[in-house]
C-alpha cells in the first residue's frame, strides 16, 4: 500500500514542505473546516421557517440536525480515514469538499422532510471525509510541541463556520428565501474544492518522527490500541459527551431565543451569531494557549485544564438559560460557551500525539466515531425529544427547559470522564515519548 501514497518515502524530521506551502495548506484545509461546518450548521438557524413551511415536529428536526446525520456520517468515517493512511489525504478532503457542497446545494431544492433526509445524508457523506485526514496532515505540518496550538487553530474553522453560517444564513434568509442560503453556501464550497485539490501541499507522512515511518496499520490494529489505553477510551468518551452539550446548544440556540424570547430572525443572525462564534474561538486559543503553558511541566493538562473549564461551564450554562430576555440570554452565555470548547484541542491533540504516524488518521477517525455518534447522534434529538415532551404542560417554555435537562449534566459528567483520562496520561504520554 506505500505505493499509493503520494507523500513518497520518509523525509527528514520536518522536511518535505516549505513554510510558505505549509500555510498554504493551513489556510486552505482551516477554510475547507470552515464551510463543513457552515453547510452542517446551517440548518440550525434557518429550521424554523423550514418547520413552519413543511410542518415539522421537533423530533424530526433533532432527527435532521443529529441522529441521521451521526449515523451516516460515522458509517464512511472510518473507511475514508483508513484510505487517508494509505493515499494522498489533500485529495481525500478536496473531493470530500465538492461531495457536501453539492448535497448542500441540493438542500435548497428539498420540498419534503423526505428530501431534506435525504439531502443532509449525502452532506455528512462528504463531510465524513473532511476532519480525520485534515489533523493527519496537520501533524506533519508542525512539530510534537506546537501541534496543540496548531490544532487550536484549525478547530477555530468551527465558530467561524458556524458564525458565518448562522449570520450569513440568517440574512440571506431574511433577505431573499432560506433556499438561497443553501445555494450561495453549496456554490462557495464548490469553489473550493479544485483550489485545495491544486494548490494544498500533501506533507510526508510522520514528517516529524525520528523512526522510519511503518506501513499503513491495519483497522483491528488501531481499534486495539484504543481499547489498550485507558487515556484514549476516557478522551473519547469525553469528546462523545462534550458533542451532546455542543451541539443540543448550538443546534436549539437559534430555535430558542426565536420561539421562547420573540427574537426575530434578523436579530438572531446579527446577534447570536457573532457572540457564539467569538465566544467559542476564544474558549479554543484559551485552551491551546493554557495548555501549550503547562503541559510542558505534566502531561496531565490535557485533560485537568479542560475538566476544570467544563465543571464551571455547568452551572453558568443554567443560569444564562433562566434569563428574562434573549438578550440576556447571550449576555450571560459568552462565557459559558467558550469554556464549553476547552475539551476540543487536547483531545484531538491527545490522539495525535498517542497514535503512530501511519495510524493517525484512522485513530482520529474514531475519536470522531464517538464524537459524532454519541454528540450529534443523540444531543439534538434528546433536546427535541423532551421538548415534544414537555410542550403540553410548558409551553414555549418546553425547548429551554429541554435544553437545560440535557445540557447540564451531560457537562458534569464530561468533566469526570476528563478527569479519569488525567490519571493515566502522563504515564502514557511518557511511554510514546521513549518507544516511539
Known amino acids: 500500500m506505500a505505493g499509493l501514497d503520494a507523500a513518497g518515502p520518509q523525509a527528514q524530521p520536518g522536511g518535505g514542505v516549505a513554510v510558505r506551502g505549509r500555510w498554504i495548506g493551513v489556510i486552505l484545509l482551516t477554510l475547507a473546516y470552515i464551510m463543513n461546518f457552515l453547510d452542517r450548521q446551517i440548518l440550525a438557524v434557518l429550521i424554523e421557517p423550514i418547520k413552519a413551511e413543511m410542518q415539522l415536529s421537533d423530533t ?5 440536525t443529529g441522529t441521521l446525520f451521526a449515523v451516516f456520517y460515522s458509517c464512511v468515517t472510518l473507511p475514508i480515514a483508513m484510505l487517508a493512511d494509505r493515499w494522498n489525504r489533500i485529495r481525500i478532503v478536496a473531493a470530500a469538499c465538492f461531495l457536501w457542497s453539492f448535497f448542500t446545494l441540493l438542500t435548497g431544492f428539498a420540498a419534503s422532510f423526505a428530501l ?7 452532506v455528512a457523506l462528504g463531510e465524513a471525509g473532511g476532519v480525520a485526514p485534515s489533523l493527519s496532515i496537520m501533524s506533519d505540518y508542525f ?42 453556501a453549496g456554490g462557495i464550497g464548490l469553489v473550493l474544492a479544485p483550489l485545495l485539490y491544486w494548490l ?13 515511518r511503518g506501513d499503513a496499520m491495519p483497522f483491528l490494529a488501531v481499534a486495539r490500541l ?3 489505553s485507558p487515556t484514549l477510551r476516557w478522551m473519547a468518551l469525553a469528546s462523545g459527551l462534550f458533542a451532546i452539550s455542543a451541539n443540543a446548544l448550538v443546534t436549539w440556540m437559534p430555535a430558542l431565543l426565536m420561539r421562547g424570547y420573540g427574537a426575530s430572525p434578523q436579530q438572531v443572525a446579527l446577534y447570536y451569531g457573532p457572540v457564539v462564534g467569538v465566544a467559542l474561538m476564544v474558549g479554543l486559543f484559551a485552551s491551546g494557549g493554557i495548555i501549550a ?31 428574562d430576555s434573549w438578550q440576556m440570554v447571550l449576555v450571560w452565555s459568552a462565557i459559558p460557551i467558550a469554556l464549553l470548547n476547552f475539551p476540543v484541542p487536547p483531545a484531538l491533540t491527545v490522539v495525535q500525539n498517542l497514535a503512530p504516524p501511519e495510524a493517525r488518521s484512522t485513530a482520529s477517525a474514531m475519536l470522531m466515531l464517538v464524537l459524532n455518534l454519541i454528540g450529534i447522534g443523540l444531543g439534538p434529538l434528546l433536546v427535541g425529544a423532551m421538548s415534544d415532551l414537555f410542550a403540553a404542560g410548558q409551553g414555549k417554555d418546553s425547548l429551554r427547559l429541554a435544553m437545560i435537562a440535557t445540557m447540564v449534566p451531560v457537562m458534569v459528567l464530561t468533566a469526570l470522564a476528563l478527569w479519569m483520562a488525567g490519571r493515566t496520561i502522563e504515564a502514557e504520554h511518557a511511554a510514546a515519548e521513549h518507544n516511539p
Open 116 to 122: 431534506l433526509a435525504v439531502a443532509r445524508i449525502g
Open 143 to 184: 512539530p510534537p510541541a506546537r501541534r496543540v496550538l496548531a490544532v487550536a487553530l484549525f478547530t477555530c474553522a468551527t465558530p467561524m463556520g458556524l458564525m458565518l453560517g448562522v449570520v450569513g444564513g440568517g440574512l440571506i434568509a431574511s433577505a431573499y428565501d432560506w433556499r438561497v442560503a443553501f445555494y450561495v
Open 293 to 323: 503553558r503547562f503541559v510542558g511541566k505534566s502531561a496531565r493538562a490535557y485533560a485537568t485544564v479542560p475538566a476544570v473549564a467544563t465543571l464551571i461551564c455547568a452551572p453558568l450554562t443554567g443560569l444564562a438559560l433562566m434569563s
Open 226 to 228: 484504543f481499547i489498550a
Open 60 to 64: 424530526q428536526v433533532g432527527l435532521l
Open 200 to 212: 494544498g501541499p500533501e506533507p510526508p507522512r510522520g514528517n516529524y518522527e525520528v523512526r522510519p
